[in-house]
């Protein structure tokens, strides 16, 4: 019991000391991190209020920490196994068993592992029971002796072995079948593949008509180790869809003389791993001829399995990080602020339908009106609108960028003229995506939230609240139907979820959440709380009325100290009994928080030397952070609020022209660029080179998803559906910086998502496009179930909470 629990103590401190190195960090740091998690501890609560114990690690170094973390526990619980069943088997020796602690990767432990594993019966194992092994070895150990001649005094009728030839093959699949499971050699070989051989891509015959979108990748042949992520999962794409046939060779096939020129040095290495060499010995051709064999019908094989799981576990990581990073930007962009939203969601044949969202965006009526084809009620339309707009007050109007997006935008914005002609001034229209809207409509919390609401008219709402505050309606749908990723059918679906739920929860917590407003949506993703108690918080809260103080939670059922620990400094309570309620310093730090205060006289907190304030309990970091947060009580880390406006006139790809500038928004990012909508239903691509007049590595250097830009068209595309972008103002269209979204670089990104005019990668049946298109996202306040928003949501660009402010003004405790 000591000795293993020793082990397991050096296991923890060699993946300790592993992760460190990875991450730049020391051992120390990780080891802390490790212990909170596994005490239960979640990220935001470690990055916002542990930064003394794991010395400042931040919330994307906790990420990566976590995941490697789980992967280094999986590779260590894979090695015992490996270990207790060579040891079953009577064959771990201390140098194998040196071998497989020494192991760093699951592949090289694999590699290790093969000769051991349980199989079904092989070619090698049917020729060992006939008693070919001794033949095989005879002729590896002298090959002077001649092959048929040896062969012949192995003949074993029982096991079917009649003449030579059948016992020369037999110990011809065992030499093959020892030489492929050699760990060595297939780690040497497989990175010399990796960086030296050619990921071949050729059509399938008769599928060229039909694979059209795939057209780049009809001959196409590059390294692996130098393949994007865009690409690697537009290839699989396209095998998975028939189109394409995917190979790995051992140099350029087009090169007959570079290809034979390698090929042979991969069979010299394979046979100089079995210890042959053609000498002109009687067995030499024989052994060589074997040594082929085991290179091109076996070992070679294996590499490319191997090294395609390699290329999509590198693509698919890139992926999920890109997809985690646009969320993240959509997560928090700029809320509109609690402001009397109309929102639209256009149709043609059913209509648009129509929701007036109050400040709060609680639902205060809905319509249904038929402005377009084939009804075409235009004036009627617009005078339901006008009197809409007038005993609402107003103040935005969000149209969904789906079908009819640019009619229902024109009807908007005559709507506004005619406003603006009877003394209405100030009122926004804005384009704000639908992506995953109608998964929202048809779920149960849409049910919950608005009952006996028609499911067509939840989008309108949805869309109206979109534009109010993202964070806190986006939350309510599945991260992968809110559309800023590419390929996300194709990666692992609990990667990706595992990323996208960590995004969500950062995003979360990092803007903060008023427990007496927040539906159980956007509570159940904050720090500690989870579905569960969220329900049981909104239930307390509906019974009791609104929390007075942050303490109260502790009476919420199932609520225990340790899920208040983690919760209570990203719940807020403003007007509360406890003016720090509002902030976001944790009760647990209140008695530091009034010292300073108190020391401030009034004053700026951060005139004070924080280290005058530290203690045994609380260091220099969170000292720091509660005076910059007593600063500007509950600001709001998001932007200002800000909207493109789309031209006039540009309704469709054919309405593009090239050397047009126009404003956008970006919809989405990739690693070959930045998609754009510039209103005509197609998002155009700013290739990577087009981004700006530097070298650009990551495109998020540049832009991030719901940023407004201004570009210039280089070419539109309308028969495949494809606008290529610069944000280089000076570029001419068909000047060499230029690269269409057709190219053979960024060709990838055709494939697939963005094939046949579709914007986005959601769901089946998810609403076209990107949210944030045109829009802010979402932030901290969400609605009651009975669709009341809670919360206040911040009207930028007002920094800080005021209410907060004003209430320590009052208790002596502020400025």
Known sequence: ??????????????????????????????????????????????????????????????????????????????????????????????????????????????????????????????????GLEPLADVLLANPQLDPTTEAAKYLNAEHSIDDATAALAGARAILVERVGQDADLAEDLRERLWKQGRMVSRVKKGMEAEGQKFKDYFEFTQVPSGMPSHRVLALLRGEKDGVLELDLAEADPADDDALAAARGKYENAVAKCLGVANQGRPADTWLMQTAQLAWRGRILDRLTTDLRGRMFAGAEDEAVRVFAANLRDVLLAAPAGNRATLGL??????????????????????????????????????????????????????????????????????????????????????????AGASVYSASALAASELPGMD????????????????????????????????????????KLDRSLDAVVEDCVNAVGVDVNTASPALLSRVAGVGPLLSENIVAYRNENGPFAKRSDLKKVPRLGAKAFEQCAGFLRITGGAEPLDASSVHPEAYSVARKILVAAGGGPATALDPQSFVDGTFGLPTVKDIMSELEKPGRDPRPAFKAASFSEGIEKISDLKPGMILEGTVTNVAAFGAFVDVGVHQDGLVHVSALSNKFVSDPREIVKSGQVVRVKVLEADPERKRISLTLRLDDEPGSAGSRTSGGRASGGQGAGERAGGQRGGGQPGQRSGQPGQGAPRQGQGDRRQGGARPGKPQQAPEPANTAMAEALRRAGLGK
Do not use: C
């Open 1 to 130: 019991m000591v000795t293993s629990n020793l082990q397991h103590q050096s296991a923890d401190t060699a993946i300790h000391a592993q992760i460190a190195a990875e991450l730049g960090v020391k051992a120390w740091q990780v080891k802390a991190a490790v212990e909170l998690l596994d005490a239960g501890s979640t990220v935001p609560f470690i990055a916002r209020y542990r930064k003394e114990v794991t010395g400042t690690l931040d919330d994307t170094q906790l990420r990566d920490l976590e995941e490697r973390l789980r992967y280094l526990r999986e590779l260590e619980e894979r090695r015992k196994s490996v270990l207790e069943a060579i040891a079953a088997q009577g064959k771990l020796t201390p140098e194998l068993e040196a071998a497989v602690v020494g192991a760093d990767t699951k592949a090289r432990l694999e590699d290790i592992y093969l000769p051991f594993k349980s199989k079904r019966r092989t070619k090698a194992q049917i020729a060992r029971e006939a």
């Open 345 to 434: 969601d256009p149709g043609l044949r059913t209509g648009v339908k129509v929701a007036v969202v109050d400040g709060t965006g609680k639902v205060v009526t809905t319509e249904t009106i038929y402005p377009h084809a084939p009804v075409k009620k235009w004036d009627e339309a617009l005078a339901t609108l006008g009197r809409l707009a007038k005993q609402y007050n107003v103040e935005l109007v969000a149209i969904g960028n789906g079908t009819a997006s640019r009619e229902t935008d024109k009807l908007a914005t005559e709507l506004i003229k005619s406003l603006e002609a009877t003394g209405s001034k100030g009122i926004q229209k804005l384009v704000v995506s639908e």
């Open 455 to 494: 499911v067509s008219l939840r989008g309108a709402v949805s869309i109206a609240r979109r534009l109010q505050d993202p964070l806190a309606e986006l939350v309510k749908i599945e991260p992968k139907s809110i559309g800023v990723g590419q390929y996300q059918h194709d990666v692992t679906a609990a």
